[in-house]
């Protein structure tokens, strides 16, 4: 009995070390798909990186064809009404919405779309990453709302004070990965694309240095 607990113990181990080694995480837990895509948008919009990712990983683990039960579609998890929005503060002619919304599981079109969106709710939430996610998650109005009434500040950081107790454990989830990301992939560089032409109305509208 002794010597079965002991080789349980000793592959326990074994599995440990294995899975801590950053080859094997970057592989198997913590792997970075869609990479040129998520670093060129994400450049583009003045949003971190890795942030991009980490949310993509919780909210779909990567699956181009994912579906939510409540519309919510591809990596990002992006709902064709706020797809709509989104194509309209980037100019968008009606055309382009159109074939957009269409063709939203197309990881170039989701991940141009999600990393946008996050841009956009950390500057409405003035940078706090915490409210940005909540929103992302729950919506801005439900965020707002919790905001007003529980008086919070910009400064805002208590993910356990979340009221929705899915958003608490998405936020959560988010950040966690995040961090992760940056310890695995944080020290290698790269060099982001020339920003398209038809993008530059939502630089000029927030200011942005390309």
Same mark, same amino acid.
């Given at each position: 009995?002794?010597?079965?607990?002991?080789?349980?113990?000793?592959?326990?181990?074994?599995?440990?070390?294995?899975?801590?080694v950053?080859?094997?995480?970057?592989?198997?837990?913590?792997?970075?798909?869609?990479?040129?895509?998520?670093?060129?948008?994400?450049?583009?919009?003045?949003?971190?990186k890795?942030?991009?990712?980490?949310?993509?990983?919780?909210?779909?683990?990567?699956?181009?064809?994912?579906?939510?039960c409540?519309?919510?579609?591809?990596?990002?998890?992006?709902m064709?009404?706020?797809?709509?929005?989104?194509?309209?503060?980037?100019?968008?002619?009606?055309?382009?919405v159109?074939?957009?919304?269409?063709?939203?599981?197309?990881?170039?079109?989701?991940?141009?779309?999600?990393?946008?969106?996050?841009?956009?709710?950390k500057?409405?939430?003035?940078?706090?990453?915490?409210?940005a996610l909540?929103?992302?998650?729950?919506?801005?109005?439900? $965020?707002?709302?919790?905001?007003?009434?529980?008086?919070?500040?910009?400064?805002?950081?208590?993910?356990?004070?979340?009221?929705?107790?899915?958003?608490?454990?998405y936020?959560?989830?988010?950040l966690?990965c995040?961090?992760?990301?940056?310890?695995?992939?944080?020290?290698?560089n790269? $060099?982001?694309?020339?920003?398209?032409?038809?993008?530059?109305?939502?630089a000029?509208?927030?200011?942005?240095?390309?």
């Amino acid at each position: 009995m002794l010597k079965k607990f002991l080789a349980l113990c000793a592959a326990l181990t074994m599995i440990y070390f294995f899975v801590s080694v950053p080859a094997v995480q970057k592989k198997f837990l913590y792997p970075f798909p869609y990479r040129s895509t998520v670093e060129n948008y994400s450049s583009r919009w003045k949003v971190d990186k890795f942030l991009a990712i980490a949310v993509m990983k919780v909210e779909s683990n990567f699956s181009e064809e994912a579906h939510s039960c409540s519309g919510a579609i591809g990596l990002m998890q992006i709902m064709p009404e706020t797809a709509a929005w989104i194509a309209y503060q980037l100019g968008e002619t009606p055309e382009e919405v159109a074939d957009d919304i269409e063709n939203l599981h197309d990881p170039e079109k989701n991940i141009r779309y999600g990393t946008w969106y996050l841009a956009e709710l950390k500057d409405e939430f003035k940078g706090n990453d915490v409210l940005a996610l909540a929103a992302y998650n729950a919506g801005r109005g439900n $965020v707002h709302e919790w905001i007003e009434k529980n008086n919070w500040s910009e400064n805002f950081s208590d993910a356990d004070k979340i009221p929705y107790p899915e958003t608490r454990d998405y936020v959560k989830r988010v950040l966690h990965c995040r961090e992760k990301y940056f310890e695995l992939y944080g020290t290698e560089n790269f $060099v982001s694309a020339p920003i398209a032409l038809h993008e530059l109305r939502f630089a000029r509208l927030k200011n942005l240095t390309l």
